[in-house]
C-alpha cells in the first residue's frame, strides 16, 4: 500500500517536481504541506492538520474550498462538453459568461476576449493596443508607460511592463523597454497628507510623461486602487479618474489590470468603479472562475473591435490564440461565480466583513514594528519595519515575513506574506470568528517575527 502522509507526499514532491515563485532549498528547512482536501475557508493536509487559506490561495478563492453551487455547475458542465476549439465553434457557457461580463463591468466594455492565465491575458491587451494603432496607420506608437512598484505577470511581456526588481531584473536583457512613472503609492505620503492629495501631486509626473511620449506609447497599463504584488501598496481612486482624462487627452489607452483587484476585492466588483471610469482595456482573471480553473478575459470597446474588423486579405485579424481559450469548465466555473455575486448580495455583505477586518487588525497600529495598516475593501496589509519613526525596513535577508508565515502555519493559519508585507485577502465567506482567530495569529506570528 502506498504510504499517504505528509512527509511521504513531500518526499515524493520533492523529487520530481519544481514549484512557482520558490527557492526550492527552502525545502530542506520548511516543510512542503500536501493538501488532501479544501472546505470553506479551511484546507487540510494528510496528517489532519487544518490551515485557514488567508490569501485565498493566491487571491483566487472567492467563495471557500468546494464551494456547493460551483461544484455543481461544474460536475453538470463535465457530463456534457468539457473543452472545444474556440475558433470556428462556441458553447453556451463561454457566451454566458461573456454576456454577463459585459452587463457588470463598467458601461462601453462590450466584448470579451479570452485567454487561460492573468499574463496571458495582459499579453493579450499589450498586442491588441499596439495593434489597433497600427490597423489606425500609428504604427510609431510602439511603447507602454507603467508604474513603478506594479505587477503584470512573469511572462516576458507582462514582467516588461511590471516594476517588482526581485521578478523582473534578472530578466532585464530579455524584456522590451518601457517608461517607468513613480506611483501614487501614499505609503511615501508626508504626515498628515490625504491619500487623495497624494495621489493627485503623484499624477503630475503621469501628466508630464504623457505629453513628453503620447506620439511613441500606445498605453498606459495600471493596477487600479491596489499594486497588489507590490507589497499591497494602495493609492486613491482620484489618480484613476485623473488618468482616464489624461488618456483621452493624449489619445493613449488605458488598461486596467483587474486581475487581482477584480471580482470585490477592493470593496467595490471592479475598483474602477471608485473613479467611475471605463478602460480601454480591463484584464480579468483569479476570481473570474472563484479560484477553481485558469481562465482569463480581457474586456474592451466596440471601438476596439471594429478596428480589427474587415476583410480577411487586410490582415488586420488578432491572430492571438491559445489552445484552452474559452474552456468550458472554466467558463461554466465563472458563470456560477458571477451567478453568486448577483444572488447573494456579495459586495453589500463585504462592506461589513471589510469593516470587521479593520476592527480585528485595529491593534496593529500602535505595534513597535509596525509601519502602516492600510486597507482597501476586503484587502488589508500590515508593513513591518525595523524603526517605526524612519520607516527604515527589515534587511531583506532576515526574512521577517517568513518567520511569520512559518509560526502562523504552525497554528493553523496560510498568511503567505510579500516580503516583511502581512496582508489578509480572506475568501468572503470567512467568518467573524475566522478573521478574530487570523488577527491573533499574525499578532503572534509578527511578535515572534520581530524577536532580537
Ligand atoms: N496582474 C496582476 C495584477 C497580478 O496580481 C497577477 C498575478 N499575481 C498577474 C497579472 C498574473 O496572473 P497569472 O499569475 O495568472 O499569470
Known amino acids: 500500500m502506498i504510504l499517504k502522509t505528509n512527509q511521504a507526499l513531500a518526499q515524493r514532491d520533492l523529487a520530481v517536481l519544481w514549484h512557482p515563485c520558490t527557492q526550492m532549498h527552502d525545502h530542506e528547512t520548511l516543510p512542503m504541506i500536501p493538501i488532501k482536501k479544501g472546505q470553506g475557508v479551511w484546507l487540510e493536509d494528510f496528517d489532519g492538520n487544518r490551515y485557514l487559506d488567508a490569501v485565498s490561495s493566491w487571491w483566487v478563492n472567492l467563495f471557500g474550498h468546494a464551494n456547493p453551487a460551483i461544484n455543481a455547475a461544474l460536475k453538470d458542465q463535465l457530463d456534457n462538453l468539457e473543452h472545444v476549439i474556440f475558433a470556428g465553434f ?13 452587463e457588470v463591468t463598467p458601461i462601453g466594455l462590450t466584448r470579451c476576449f479570452y485567454a487561460d492565465n492573468g499574463s496571458a491575458a495582459v499579453e493579450v491587451a499589450l498586442k491588441m493596443s499596439f495593434h489597433y494603432w497600427r490597423n489606425q496607420g500609428r504604427p510609431a506608437k510602439t511603447k507602454f508607460i507603467t508604474l ?4 503584470h505577470g512573469e511572462t516576458l511581456g507582462a514582467l516588461a511592463v511590471g516594476n517588482v526588481p526581485l521578478y523582473k531584473e534578472t530578466y ?8 517607468s512613472v513613480p506611483s501614487p503609492d501614499c505609503y511615501h505620503r508626508e504626515a498628515g497628507e490625504s491619500w487623495a492629495d497624494y495621489s493627485s501631486r503623484r499624477f503630475e509626473l503621469m501628466e508630464q510623461t504623457l505629453q513628453q511620449h503620447a506620439d511613441t506609447v500606445c498605453a498606459v497599463i495600471i493596477e487600479p486602487l491596489v499594486q497588489c504584488a507590490g507589497s499591497m501598496r494602495m493609492y486613491d481612486a482620484v489618480y484613476l ?13 488605458l488598461i486596467a489590470d483587474e486581475i487581482a483587484v477584480g471580482f470585490g476585492r477592493t470593496g467595490t466588483l471592479f475598483a474602477c468603479e471608485q473613479a467611475a471610469i471605463t478602460p480601454d482595456f480591463m484584464c480579468l482573471s483569479k476570481g473570474l472562475t472563484g479560484g477553481y480553473l485558469p481562465l482569463a478575459a480581457v ?14 486579405v487586410k490582415l488586420t485579424a488578432f491572430l492571438h490564440s491559445h489552445s484552452y481559450t474559452g474552456n468550458a469548465l472554466a467558463c461554466r466555473a ?23 477586518m479593520a476592527k480585528v487588525a485595529a491593534r496593529f497600529h500602535d505595534h513597535p514594528h509596525v509601519a502602516e495598516v492600510r486597507q482597501t475593501g476586503m484587502i488589508l496589509a500590515i508593513e513591518l519595519v525595523k524603526n517605526k519613526a524612519t520607516l527604515e ?7 521577517r515575513g517568513v518567520k511569520v508565515y512559518q509560526y502562523a502555519l504552525s497554528k493553523g493559519v496560510l498568511l503567505r506574506p510579500l516580503g516583511n508585507v502581512i496582508y489578509f ?27 532580537e
Not at 479618474?241 to 489607452?253: F, G, M, S
Not at 474586456?299 to 480577411?312: G, K, R, V, W
Request: net charge negative.
Open 172 to 179: 532585464a536583457p530579455l524584456l522590451m523597454d518601457v517608461i
Open 148 to 151: 513603478e512598484n506594479s505587477y
Open 425 to 451: 485577502m480572506p475568501p468572503y465567506i470567512i467568518t467573524e470568528d475566522e478573521l478574530i482567530l487570523l488577527a491573533e495569529v499574525a499578532w503572534q506570528g509578527i511578535q515572534h517575527a520581530v524577536k
Open 90 to 102: 462556441t458553447h453556451e457557457s463561454a457566451i454566458k459568461l461573456a454576456e454577463k461580463l459585459v
Open 334 to 356: 465563472g458563470v456560477a461565480t458571477l451567478e453568486i455575486f448577483q444572488q447573494q448580495g456579495i459586495i453589500e455583505k463585504n462592506r461589513s466583513l471589510a469593516q470587521t
Open 393 to 399: 525596513p527589515y534587511p531583506w535577508q532576515e526574512r
Open 299 to 312: 474586456m474592451t470597446t466596440a471601438l476596439m473591435y471594429q478596428a480589427f474588423y474587415d476583410d480577411y
Open 241 to 253: 479618474k485623473l488618468l482616464r482624462e489624461a488618456c483621452d487627452k493624449y489619445q493613449v489607452h
